[in-house]
């Protein structure tokens, strides 16, 4: 950036700066950008605090100075700016002043060349080592203050665009860094979101097997089941068709003679058992409850059968019995009796 200022004869008293001494860099972290402004502003009040000579004439610039450095060739914009920066006072400068009395011989000098890589603006005179260098005029004065402010006007706006180009970045970079963090919030956020619907889909899963295995347990117990209730509905025909055979429902004209004489046998020996079985309640009957009638076990005994002579039947019971409820025999007469 500095590399674009022409190299120039300088005045005779004024002190003589290099190009290479004008460094702006652009830096990444703030450190680095504070560093480098703090250089670009201590190279502006070097070129600054020069002492410029008073001409004869008219005054080009006013003679006003602040600490020390003239601001006069800097804008209004750029003089408060430097006002208000906090920087230290730089070493005291070499200045040269007019001399006294008449020419003054200057001892011979050579002179530096700047470094290859941009053609110079101007070509600089070139002197011998045996030859002094020319004196500066007033006008080769006025054209260098000129040259050197419009110089000195271009670097401040360039380091202000690019101090306001920092800003920007920086700006920039801190908005891109703000994004960043909330795109990983809702990142992580996501990445929760997916955790808690994975766990959901985990016992939805858990259920939906669970749900299976009931589904396969209730579809075997109801296998089970229906072979259960074909095997009592087997059970239950075999069970009716031998209540028919017992009680004579069944169709016995087309049953073999051995099943029929099975069939006698088995109903006469059942009917033995029958027989014997109520007359030994109706013993149990007469001997607890003498006093009570055998058929209705509520009224108590007051008729008398004969021929057998029991007296187990009240007035009510005996009109419907025709044989004895003791031994069986058929009931010829019965008379009551009372107060027996």
């Not at 006069?72 to 430097?82: A, C, I, M, N, V």
């Not at 939805?204 to 209730?229: D, F, I, M, P």
């Not at 051995?258 to 046998?265: F, V």
Request: with cysteine; proline share 7%.
């Amino acid at each position: 950036m500095g590399n674009d200022i022409p190299d120039l004869p300088p005045p005779n008293d004024a002190t003589f700066i290099d190009e290479n001494d004008i460094v702006l860099s652009f830096a990444d972290d703030e450190d680095d950008v504070r560093d480098s402004q703090d250089d670009g502003d201590r190279t502006v009040l070097r070129l600054l605090s020069t002492h410029l000579p008073r001409s004869p004439g008219p005054q080009l610039v006013d003679s006003r100075q602040t600490h020390g450095r003239s601001f006069e060739l800097l804008s209004p914009e750029h003089q408060r700016w430097y006002a208000s920066r906090d920087i230290p006072e730089l070493p005291p400068q070499r200045t040269f002043f007019e001399p006294r009395g008449g020419a003054v011989k200057h001892r011979p000098r050579l002179r530096a060349r700047s470094l290859p890589g941009q053609a110079p603006a101007a070509i600089p005179p070139s002197f011998s080592a045996s030859e002094p260098e020319a004196e500066p005029t007033t006008s080769t004065v006025a054209s260098s203050v000129g040259s050197m402010s419009s110089r000195l006007e271009a670097s401040l706006a360039r380091n202000l665009a690019l101090t306001q180009q920092v800003k920007r970045l920086s700006w920039d970079y801190e908005k891109l860094s703000v994004q960043l963090l909330q795109v990983h919030r809702q990142a992580e956020a996501h990445g929760h979101a997916v955790e808690r619907e994975m766990e959901r889909t985990r016992k939805l899963s858990r259920k939906l097997e669970l749900v299976a295995e009931r589904y396969r347990v209730t579809n075997e117990g109801y296998a089970v089941l229906k072979q259960n209730l074909n095997a009592m509905r087997v059970q239950l025909h075999a069970i009716g068709t031998e209540k028919q055979k017992l009680t004579g429902d069944g169709a016995y004209h087309v049953m073999a003679v051995p099943d029929l004489e099975a069939l006698e046998k088995t109903l006469e020996f059942s009917l033995t058992k029958v027989r014997h079985a109520l007359r030994q309640q109706y013993r149990d009957a007469v001997d607890g409850q003498r006093e009570t009638c055998v058929v209705c076990l509520h009224e108590q005994v007051s008729i008398v059968l004969l021929p057998c002579r029991h007296r187990v039947l009240c007035a009510s019971c005996a009109v419907r019995v025709q044989a004895c409820p003791v031994d069986r025999v058929e009931i010829t007469d019965m008379f009551p009796t009372f107060g027996m």
